[in-house]
């Protein structure tokens, strides 16, 4: 009998929500919607549900505060965590968000010990491998989602300036989901055009910034929120890459064993993402300052890891 892929969501605000909805609308699965707040997943599930006969698609969706409605999984992604909040410190944030994504993590191995996991936790990278030490999954079947989405942005702002079609523009961002990202101006194009050919290095560099601070205007914009859509969008192709087995080559956060000089270390790498998880880690080749800025992202996470999971080996963790 043909069984649908059953795809988890954990948490279930804006970012959540916008996750479920692509994920039921390209057909994926079904998606099961979990919260710890009562009513909310329920409500939420319920409302994209009745969205199915008028936007054409089949899944099924389920709203629990139970994660024994998750069992069975075979992707799980894992929204759920806090926002900085007034007198909190970048470690308090930390510490918080390591704790529920430690405690789900836990929770979805119970019921899904062959899942593949993706994280949209902030720190993105940090959380990405708490979800891997707490998993004791292959790090092939632990990653984080960013890379596609800052990829996306900077897609976006370069076809905003030059005024074509955002579906021609091509580009490529690694290291940290953060201040430290990398975005790669030499491996841009639009049409297969290098963008160096088509924009001056004063506009790249201001293009470049505003990608790096891509999530924090929206955040800025909205006040009270941050950014769902385009999140959604990006999980819901790493979803598909993986329940079709698309073999892609996306930019995502990945587990570094060697690769780039790193190791015990998840980072924006591009990747092949396929059935089988993150099947290859692809190594582009770096110019000095961007193997020096690639290494100054690195050291961030690592001293992130280190306030986490300091001891036995974190001195070289953090080297």
Known sequence: MFKRP???????????????????????????????????????????????????????????????????????????????????????????????????TENIVRYSPDCYLIVLTNPLDVMTYVAYKESGFDASKVMGQSGILDSARFRTFLALELGVALEDTSAIVLGGHGDAMLPLPRYASVGGVPVEQLLSSDAILKIVERTRNGGGEIVNLLKTGSASYAPGAAVAEMVEAIVRNKKRVLPVAAYLNGEYGHTDVYAGVPVVLGGNGVEKVIELELTTVEKEEFGKSIQVIKTNIYMLYGGEDAGERVC
């Open 6 to 104: 059953k795809v988890t969501i954990v948490g279930a605000g804006a970012t959540g929500s916008a996750t479920a909805h692509r994920i039921a609308a390209m057909g994926l699965g079904d998606v099961v919607l979990l919260d710890v707040v009562p009513g909310i997943p329920q409500g939420r599930a319920l409302d994209l549900q009745q969205a199915a006969p008028l936007e054409g698609f089949d899944a099924r969706i389920t709203g629990t505060n139970d994660y024994a409605d998750t069992a069975g999984s075979d992707v799980v992604v894992i929204t759920a965590g806090s926002p900085r909040k007034p007198g909190m410190t970048r470690e308090d944030l930390l510490r918080v968000n390591y704790a529920i994504v430690k405690s789900v």
